[in-house]
């Protein structure tokens, strides 16, 4: 994992802002750090102007994290898991209820919610694993790689009920490694390896800025190279 | 905050109902730990009415020494005599053969003509002692000259045979011997006063009386079950540590943890939610004990527990303890990276308190360096406690040491633990 080095980010408020990069190129690190996972050791950053080192209470309402891993408890229900994971947002009563079964319906889940996580398949596990990170309605929504290693209808689902919260004015940071998905969904994207900022544009500004390049996988392999990324 | 508290508890106890395999381990194993200990405990601390220790003994001697012997251990409630094995006579080596083997923990080996020598001894003493009050019988003078060599009774142990039986048996035929050896003494005497029909007293004139401490008038005699029920539930409540270890390393490995740390909550309202239901589940196992052992131990022919005014003081106890074992659970679970790491360390962490707290070897006869090292254990503050309250009839003042540190060190590895998350978020 690179540490990241003289690099500077400004994400506005409405967009679908997309971390692109190889393994080990920072993106973990850089997402850790706004999530207030991790501290960094210099410089600074802020989040709709507040900071974790006086307001990190303030910014954790209003941000919403859906991790890689899913996050969930395996012997819990999926309507346990969202109930327990919104009230530590301080949602509760019936307006908990009704937003937890709001989500999985739009999801398609509301009549596996009494079924334990551990029975679910990944792409189900994946949607209850949004669900958590977005009950309190963030104002900002972080996710390191939302339709990993699911079925082609899940992503669908996913991506479909991303889009809708950016409209209803959620903006969203995500990380992803399916390109394609990226240059469709995201309305800007930030290209970062080895710890430093190469580029950032809207996927169409960082096409035409690229020679020759059909789509953002032509920018991404003229910008981090061919070569394999295997650190330890 | 108390909502979030409280959803954390209720989470934690859900966790808790779906796994059965840690219920079993929570509520179930303590109960026949206890069971078991006390029963086979309790068999070496009373006198073993119905399962006497079978010993070989082998009379060389065939006079009124080996008999007394002979009588003494057929009439005590430990041992049966044993004298032929296949209706062969024993010798001494058949007697050496069948002990080191195992098949018998113990023969006597009386010497030949032990009775004939020893009352040879006595007269020659005696002698010695009325001549020089000049009552010497000048006839009898060179008979009693000859030497009479000192005379060994042997005593062979099955190897495997603990240390403290061993102690015993030895000291109770240095006892018999000592008790015949004065026997003949007096009669001898009474023989060269010519006083035979004076009767000398030969009961023991000092005798040994326990006082004990008394709750209302009453003496409060320790058993087996005083003893081992406060140590064993304390023992069963630090096996907290290993489910509550297991429970946090999971929460890592399953990203739940760190979506926690996401979220507006603190780190210690997470920990605080595992503390409150993991003290409960102690308090649980502690009252589950104490019901056994008032209720079921009489039917399995145990003494029952005498909690008679004492039960809200062990509960204290109980609840101190709980904090400490859950401390050092938060600790274990919080810098274990696996469950390979947690449960292992945490089983044996457990073992070691115990062994080093005077669970298993009362502290007192341990090394001056091991007394040392026993006072820093936490289950070592607990047992006190314990005893203090059952035992020594102590009041909310006498358990304040123990529990203040039972606290303290609750607070110690909690605040490590807090810590030590901390550190490790800063890259």
Redesign the interface.
């Known amino acids: 994992m690179y540490?990241l080095v003289d690099f500077s980010l400004a994400v506005n408020e409405g967009q679908i802002f997309g971390l692109l990069g190889p393994n080990g190129a920072g993106k973990t690190?850089l997402i850790s750090?706004l999530?207030?996972?991790?501290?960094?050791?210099s410089g600074s950053f802020s989040i709709n102007n507040l900071t974790y080192a006086k307001n990190s209470?303030e910014i954790?309402?209003i941000?919403g994290?859906v991790?890689q891993?899913?996050?969930?408890?395996?012997?819990?229900t999926a309507r346990?898991n969202l109930?327990?994971?919104g009230?530590?947002?301080?949602l509760?009563g019936e307006n908990l209820k009704e937003k937890v079964i709001e989500s999985l319906d739009f999801l398609g889940l509301l009549k596996f919610a009494d079924k334990?996580i551990e029975t679910f398949s990944g792409g189900m596990k994946r949607r209850v694993n949004l669900i958590?990170?977005i009950l309190h309605n963030p104002k900002i929504l972080f996710l390191d790689e939302p339709t990993v290693g699911v079925d082609v209808q899940s992503k669908n689902a996913i991506i479909d009920y991303l889009k809708e919260l950016n409209k209803k004015g959620t903006t969203i940071i995500y990380t992803s490694h399916h390109l394609s998905e990226a240059q469709d969904f995201c309305t800007d994207i930030a290209i970062i390896d080895r710890g430093q900022l190469y580029a950032q544009g809207t996927p169409e500004s960082l096409i035409g800025a690229i020679p020759n390049a059909n789509n953002l996988e032509d920018v991404f392999i003229s910008l981090t190279g061919k070569e394999l990324r295997d650190d330890i | 905050m108390i909502y979030k508290l409280a959803m954390s508890v209720y989470k934690e106890f859900l966790l808790l109902k779906r796994d059965l395999g840690g219920l079993i381990t929570l509520f179930v194993m303590p109960l026949v730990l206890i069971i078991a200990v006390t029963l086979i405990q309790d068999s070496t601390f009373k006198t073993v009415s119905n399962a006497k220790i079978p010993i070989l003994l082998v009379d060389n001697d065939n006079g009124k020494v080996s008999k007394t012997v002979y009588d003494n251990l057929q009439q005590s409630t430990i041992f049966s005599v044993v004298t032929k094995i296949d209706n062969e006579p024993l010798t001494e080596s058949l007697a050496k053969e069948a002990v080191f083997k195992g098949k018998y923990q113990l023969a006597i080996i009386i010497p030949e003509k032990l009775s004939v020598d020893l009352q040879a001894k006595i007269n020659q003493n005696v002698e010695k002692i009325t001549s020089n009050l000049g009552m010497t019988d000048t006839l009898a003078k060179a008979e009693n000259t000859a030497v009479v060599n000192q005379k060994e009774v042997k005593l062979y142990f099955d190897p495997a045979v603990q240390m403290s039986f061993k102690n015993a048996v030895m000291n109770s035929v240095d006892k018999m011997i000592s008790q015949i050896e004065t026997k003949s003494i007096y009669a001898t005497f009474q023989e060269q006063l010519g006083e035979g029909k004076a009767s000398f007293e030969q009961k023991s004139f000092i005798t040994f009386k326990e006082i004990v401490p008394k709750v209302n008038n009453e003496d409060i005699i320790p058993n087996s079950v005083q003893h081992n029920v406060p140590a064993w539930t304390l023992f069963a409540i630090f096996f907290i540590v290993i489910p509550l270890s297991i429970n946090i390393v999971k929460e890592k490995s399953q990203g739940t943890f760190v979506r926690l740390r996401t979220n507006p909550v603190s780190n210690s309202v997470v920990l605080a939610g595992k503390t409150i239901t993991y003290l409960i589940i102690c308090m649980i196992q502690f009252y589950m004990m104490v019901a056994v052992a008032i209720f079921l131990f009489p039917h399995l022919g145990l003494p029952s527990l005498n909690v008679q005014g004492h039960l809200f003081m062990m509960s204290i106890v109980a609840i101190f303890s709980g904090f400490a074992a859950i401390g050092f659970g938060i600790l274990l679970g919080t810098i274990a990276k696996t469950q390979e790491q947690s449960a292992p360390f945490g089983a044996t962490s457990v073992i070691i308190l115990a062994a080093i707290g005077g669970v298993w070897v009362p502290v007192f006869a341990m090394s001056k360096t091991m007394q040392i090292i026993a006072e820093s254990s936490p289950m070592n503050w607990g047992l006190n406690a314990f005893y203090d309250v059952l035992l020594r009839n102590g009041s909310l003042l006498d358990i304040l040491p123990e529990i203040s540190l039972l606290f303290l060190f609750f607070i110690i590895t909690t605040t490590i633990a807090l810590l030590y998350d901390k550190k490790k978020r800063a890259v």
């Open positions: 540490s690190t750090m999530c207030g996972l991790i501290k960094p050791t209470n954790k309402k941000i994290v991790p891993e899913y996050a969930l408890y395996p012997t819990l346990e109930m327990y994971f009230s530590m947002y301080g509760k334990r958590a990170g």
